[in-house]
């Protein structure tokens, strides 16, 4: 059974930092490649950013490149997304995403509010 499980979020005013972490199991992490999308209220969900399996290059959408940071530990099976200068535009629920076995998965998401 694949799960992915995102923690991490919570509420920060603009300018600080949050690190999100995605915990899998069910599939073969190191093989996948896997990605962060977030959608904000009213809004349609948005590529993040996205590693392969080798964890390099790392794609990240204009928004958020130089202030944001993919990683994954495939010991642990876990990616992470370390969001620094956090703005309001921000504010999002932020999704795990993975496509294994043939399938689409996706966490249930974890709400990052940026607001002072």
């Known amino acids: 059974q694949v799960q992915l499980v995102e923690s991490g979020g919570g509420l920060v005013q603009p300018g600080g930092s949050l690190r999100l972490s995605c915990v899998t199991s069910g599939f073969a992490f190191s093989l996948t490649p896997m990605c962060w999308y977030r959608q904000a209220p009213g809004k349609e969900r948005e590529l993040v950013a996205g590693i392969p399996m080798s964890g390099d290059p790392i794609q990240y959408a204009d928004s958020v490149k130089g202030r944001f940071t993919m990683s994954r530990d495939n010991a642990e099976k876990t990616v992470y997304l370390q969001m620094n200068s956090l703005k309001h535009e921000d504010t999002a629920v932020y999704y795990c995403?993975?496509?294994?076995?043939?399938?689409?998965?996706w966490g249930k998401g974890t709400l990052v509010t940026v607001s002072s």
């Open positions: 995403n993975a496509y294994a076995l043939l399938k689409n998965y």
